[in-house]
């Protein structure tokens, strides 16, 4: 299974612009990870150099998000790689759906980051979200993976205190997990 760039790159409207490149299927030919990148800040710095933060749509995964960007800019990176899973879909809803949850999944993460001065890649996966995205950090590999302590329901989205749990003890790399939102939004700009 590899990544592949697509040849005629389509603009997402979702209402925040993304570009579509690259897609990876399983060997039955379902879709199972997309990744977009933004189109409104650039450049992208290369995903080694990068953290990686899991989004689920929770209020705990954007205080992750907050403690990400913090950590890339504190290194001089102004890119920061964003893993949603979502969970097994049939082949034929994979090609339409897949997209579409990730993006309205990930659409405050994008928003903030691209309101912050910060380039994006949005890698939108399917399957048990531990994982899928210790499997993302490994891929790409980032300098480590941002996760929140709790997120939504098992039924309603991905980082479950387990979650975080699992990836503690199957990454190889760094992990920091958020507890507890602060209480008040500190400013970061790129």
Do not use: N, Y
């Not at 990870?33 to 990068?50: D, K």
């Not at 899928?132 to 205190?161: W, Y």
Request: glycine share 8%; hydrophobic share 45%; net charge negative.
């Amino acid at each position: 299974m590899s990544i592949s760039a697509s040849t005629a790159a389509p603009m997402i409207e979702a209402p925040i612009q993304a570009v579509l490149t690259g897609e990876q299927r399983d060997g039955h030919g379902r879709r199972i990870a997309l990744t977009f990148e933004s189109t409104l800040v650039l450049p992208l710095t290369p995903p080694e150099e990068c953290w990686c933060v899991a989004i689920d749509g929770s209020r705990h995964s954007m205080q992750a998000l907050t403690q990400a960007m913090q950590l890339a800019a504190e290194s001089g990176v102004c890119t920061v790689d964003i893993g949603t899973v979502h969970h097994w879909l049939s082949p034929e809803a994979a090609e339409t759906e897949l997209a579409s949850r990730g993006l309205a999944t990930s659409l405050e993460a994008r928003t903030l980051l691209d309101a912050r001065g910060f380039a994006w890649r949005l890698h939108v996966l399917m399957g048990e979200p531990a994982p899928c995205l210790v499997g993302l950090i490994e891929s790409l590999g980032s300098r480590g993976i941002v996760v929140g302590a709790r997120g939504l329901s098992a039924v309603e989205g991905l980082l479950l205190g387990s979650v975080a749990q699992q990836i503690i003890h199957k990454a190889q790399g760094a992990v920091l997990v958020v507890r507890e939102p602060a209480a008040a939004e500190e400013k970061m700009t790129c």
